[in-house]
């Protein structure tokens, strides 16, 4: 199997069959950090941070910023690094606001999220003057309107999470968009044309955009191009001109070499070729376009390094090969059948392969990293690399079984930097982060 396109871009496989990333010896780090253990490639996250700011440039004349959307994953080390990169940010909690921070990210490129947001992450994002805090009902709207008025101090500056209905093609479980989604203000049953009206009226609300977010893990330009065409004919319908305007993140990445292509220019181009083409129709200025990827920002530049365990064959012939991580560092797969591939760290280049079950260490049969992967032999001990682990992983860890959260390192040019220690025992009997 070619690895190369799902691999960082800085990974390089030895005439000796020998994967390095960054030109690290991946034994070495393990052996010095633990496993399981977790790699990101700046050159990759670079690589794509520039092409996708640099795409955006050329597509929309008017303002435009992208913004990381944090949930993808997040610590104060990378926060640091991605502030640097010229980033806005996405939030969706008090935590993520107060990394984002400490990394340096101004407020006024910060932007709060979340569907059930509470007063005290409200009231942060109020306090700070974020660029916007996005609201995602009519109940939301006016529990922020009662906060904004008690402080009495800045009016909240709002946009609107529009829920419009697309039919894309992504789990159930990650879209986000369509009449039972949980998020955002439906078109279809008013309630967006209701949070416009209520909004422009409120002496404690001041409307600067409409957002919305379909969901992640898409590769159809078109859903963007026809959901920025219903969220405009909503906005034209109340005749507000939106300032700002964010067509979130969601657009796709490979995980296995089966998966569609994941260049940024198909997505870029429907959603800023729709959204000027909207702003033509109507007469209106073009608003500041605010992007929002997480995913296809950080997944490749990850990799999770494992070590083999146990294996077995079942009776029903399964060859089963067991790591030493799993469900806790990544419930993807038991969330929602997320596909990988995995190779063995010394034998990477290895044409003597045969299918096997690579599973975790948990209690739980769902514990499954990859039903069916072709892996050459391997022995106790060997290291297996996950590619494509960057995004939705450490952010969705777990202690379950008290596991310990693992370490993270940051590979670049100057070597290797420790974003997240690995957990320790505290006297709770919780894991901690070491001192
Ligand atoms: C509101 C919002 N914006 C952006 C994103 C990022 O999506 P992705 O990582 O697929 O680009 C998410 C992900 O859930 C989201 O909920």
Redesign the pocket.
Known sequence: MNFTPLLPISANVSPQGVLTIANQDLERLAEQYGTPLYLYDAATIHQQVNTLQSLLKQAYPGQSLVAY?A??YFSEGISRKLAAMGLGI?VVSLGELELALRGGFAPGVLHL?GNNKSEEELAAALEIHAQAI?VDSLDELRLLESLAARRGKNKARIWL?VTPTVQGHTHAH?D?SGANSKFGLHIENGQAAEAIRYARASAWLDLVGLHM?LG??FFEPEIYSEAVHQLYQLAQSENFQPQEFSP????GVRYTPADPQDAYAPWLEAVCESVIAECARLGWPLPRLIL?????LVARAGVAVYRVGAQKTTPSGLRIVAVDGGLADNPRHALYQARYTALAVKQANATNVSQARLVGKFCESGDVLIPAVDLPQVERGDLIAVPVAG??QLSMTSNYNLAPRPAVLWLDENGVELLQKREVPSESGWWRLPE
């Open positions: 959307a949930k993808a996405d999220h996005v999470r990650i986000t977010h992640s893990q979130g993140g969601g657009w929002e990827p997480g995913r296809s995004a939705y």
